[in-house]
Nanobody
Framework: QVQLVESGGGLVQAGGSLRLSCAAS????????MGWFRQAPGKEREFVATISRTGSITYYVDSVKGRFTISRDNAKNTVYLQMSTLKPEDTGVYYC?????????????????????WGQGTQVTVSS
């Protein structure tokens, strides 16, 4: 059974920073592309960032480019989302997803359906 466990969420003031972590178990982590999505109340789950198996390729939603950085440490079976210059509109539950599919630039990674497994989510609240 594959398990993904997110941590690192919390309450932060606008302009502050948080680092989210997602620890994976149950299969070879290095074989999987990983992604972060977020969901605000009343809205659909939104793509935030994704990273290829080796970490050499990353993609971001336009609204977080230059502020968020996705990274991974395959030796620790962990993917990270470093969030800086946070804005109130970044508020939501952040979910870690795992995909067995190869990452390509053709936008499939923007869809929740591309991912096979999800963590339970971690709440990020940015106050103004």
């Amino acid at each position: 059974q594959v398990q993904l466990v997110e941590s690192g969420g919390g309450l932060v003031q606008a302009g502050g920073s948080l680092r989210l972590s997602c620890a994976a178990s149950g299969r070879t982590f290095s074989n999987d592309a990983m992604g972060w999505f977020r969901q605000a109340p009343g809205k659909e789950r939104e793509f935030v960032a994704t990273i290829s198996r080796t970490g050499s390729i990353t993609y971001y939603v336009d609204s977080v480019k230059g502020r968020f950085t996705i990274s991974r440490d395959n030796a620790k079976n962990t993917v990270y989302l470093q969030m800086s210059t946070l804005k109130p509109e970044d508020t939501g539950v952040y979910y870690c997803g795992r995909s067995t599919r190869p990452l390509s630039p053709y936008s499939a990674y923007k869809s929740p359906g591309w991912y096979d497994d999800w963590g339970q989510g971690t709440q990020v609240t940015v106050s103004s």
